[in-house]
DNA sequence: TTTCATGTAACTTATGATGTTTCTTAAATT
DNA sequence: AATTTAAGAAACATCATAAGTTACATGAAA
């Protein structure tokens, strides 16, 4: 089944992006990330609009970090992409009248919510500048180059 | 994103076998999830190599359970259909030798596996016998309607 | 020996995420 | 003012893969 690893990438992104002195343009990041500018608009469309970035147009524009990085959690990126749910399993909707239907799904959703519920609030618990803590500056100079990072 | 909602489906189908004096054929079962043969016998194959079903050939052939549902808990069944992770979040794997994104997948998948070591504990607290009971037996004849459940 | 039903392989379709093209808007440089 | 740079956005194309379908083989009962 598919995986959407735009979560992984984008705390990658913001991360280099905090070492950086400037704001990374589009094609830069997409370069990053062997995809292509307007894929990065997209998705960092959504971080803009909950003011984690911001984007600047036109000469020396791109995008910029909004707040430190000990203000940003997992939850705020995983929130800010607005994917729906974080399970690939979903419930059947075929006999919604069907006791035994009801009382499958009831129990795969319970169990289902509580893990959500979990994954969310560690996720929460984790702020960016704890990920980039240990980190050699050193590396910095290195998202300059093309295909670096 | 696409959901996977075999569980579901395979469940209801496997707590309604139960409520059934014969076997069920696949033809039958496929009308039930309103798909077709093929994709039963694909799915239900997962569930005989683990030894939850039988499945017998020619007349009066058909699918039938191997064991009582209260042997059978929602965690055999979700491994039986043999999805490797349950999640739709993924990790980035471009730049393997960056710090930072290790510390990010790291983070990520930390995480990801306390959500899903508890997803799986709880699953396997439950039975298929729970989930069946007091659902009344008038609703076993249904099943062998066409459309019904 | 005919019918019924699973087993399996190969192929087709549907869906949704990702990628691409094109054009517009806006800001800085010349 | 004209040019260049870069985001914004809409429309369209591609790709991956799960689900659906077809066709045929196998095997068991009537």
New binding site residues.
């Given amino acids: ?2 995986k ?1 690893s ?1 979560l992984s990438r984008m705390l990658h992104v913001l991360i280099h992006m905090d070492r950086l002195g400037g704001p990374a ?3 830069r990041i997409a370069k990053m990330l062997s ?5 990065v ?1 997209r998705t ?2 959504g971080l ?1 609009q909950q003011g984690y970035v911001t ?9 910029s970090l909004a707040m430190p990085l000990n203000k940003i959690s997992l939850l705020d990126i995983h929130n800010a992409l607005g994917e729906s749910s974080v399970f690939t399993i979903g419930l059947s909707d075929e006999y919604t009248h069907c006791p035994i239907e009801q009382a499958v799904n009831k129990a795969i959703n319970d169990v289902l919510i509580e893990a959500e519920s979990l994954l969310l609030e560690r996720f929460g618990e984790v702020t960016l500048d704890v990920l980039a803590e240990g980190i050699a500056d050193f590396l910095s100079p290195s998202f300059t180059k093309d295909k670096g990072c």
Same sequence: chains 1, 2.
């Fill in positions: 089944m598919r959407d735009r343009t589009s094609e995809t292509n500018p307007v894929v608009r960092m469309a803009r984007s600047v147009k036109g000469h020396g524009g791109g995008w």
